[in-house]
């Protein structure tokens, strides 16, 4: 049983940056892929980033592409999302996932097994 606990959110004006973690307890972290979702009021929960057990090749959604950051310390048992060029776009509650298949990444809605309770990313105009 994983246990996955997200900090690092809060209120951030528009150009600024973020850094939100994901960190994990109660199992073989290493193991895991680990994703971001982010969603907003009234819209789908949508995975904006993920990255591969062994920190290989990662996937972003093309919202974030170039200003979004994916990066795991499996030391650490924590992944992290560092977010620059904020938009108020991005505002959402930003939940981190986990799951030995990334398929489970990919499905509508996702799958993944294990979850975090969310961080809430508000970003000011």
């Known amino acids: 049983q994983v246990q996955l606990v997200e900090s690092g959110g809060g209120l951030v004006q528009a150009g600024g940056s973020l850094r939100v973690s994901c960190a994990a307890s109660?199992?073989?972290?290493?193991?895991?892929?680990v994703g971001w979702f982010r969603q907003a009021p009234g819209k789908e929960r949508e995975c904006v980033a993920a990255i591969m057990r062994s920190g290989g090749p990662s996937y972003y959604a093309d919202s974030v592409k170039g200003r979004f950051a994916i990066s795991r310390d499996n030391s650490k048992n924590t992944v992290y999302l560092q977010m620059n060029s904020l938009k108020p776009e991005d505002t959402a509650v930003y939940y981190c996932?986990?799951?030995?298949?990334?398929?489970?990444?990919?499905?509508?809605?996702?799958?993944?097994?294990?979850w975090g309770q969310g961080t809430q990313v508000t970003v000011s105009s």
């Open positions: 109660g199992g073989t972290f290493s193991l895991y892929n």
């Open positions: 996932a986990a799951d030995l298949s990334l398929v489970k990444f990919t499905t509508t809605p996702p799958q993944p097994h294990y």
